[in-house]
Nanobody, 125 residues
Framework: QVQLVESGGGLVQAGDSLRLSCACS????????MGWFRQAPGKEREFVTA????????YYVESVKGRFTISRDNAKNTVYLQMNTLKPEDTAVYYC??????????????????WGQGTQVTVSS
């Protein structure tokens, strides 16, 4: 059983930065596409970014391009989300996810097999 544990969320002001971390249990971390989704109150869960198994390919939703960076350390079984220039509209619960999909990157919730419990990010204006 894979367990994903997020950390690093919090309350920040607009323009600040945060780095989320997600630790993955097990010895097969490098076999998963890793992704981050977020869900704001009253809204559907939204894809934010994903990274391929090797870390060589990444994909971002348009609204975070140039501000967020996803990375992974396969030796540490950890994926990171560096969030810069945060905006109030980035406020949401952020979820770390792992996918076994047979493709380079996965984009939809249905393609992800494992989910963390989520970490709250609140950006005040």
């Amino acid at each position: 059983q894979v367990q994903l544990v997020e950390s690093g969320g919090g309350l920040v002001q607009a323009g600040d930065s945060l780095r989320l971390s997600c630790a993955c249990s097990g010895r097969t971390f490098s076999t998963y596409i890793m992704g981050w989704f977020r869900q704001a109150p009253g809204k559907e869960r939204e894809f934010v970014t994903a990274i391929s198994r090797s870390g060589s390919s990444t994909y971002y939703v348009e609204s975070v391009k140039g501000r967020f960076t996803i990375s992974r350390d396969n030796a540490k079984n950890t994926v990171y989300l560096q969030m810069n220039t945060l905006k109030p509209e980035d406020t949401a619960v952020y979820y770390c996810t792992a996918s076994t999909a047979l493709r380079l990157i996965a984009y939809t919730p249905a393609e992800y097999n494992y989910w963390g419990q989520g970490t709250q990010v609140t950006v005040s204006s």
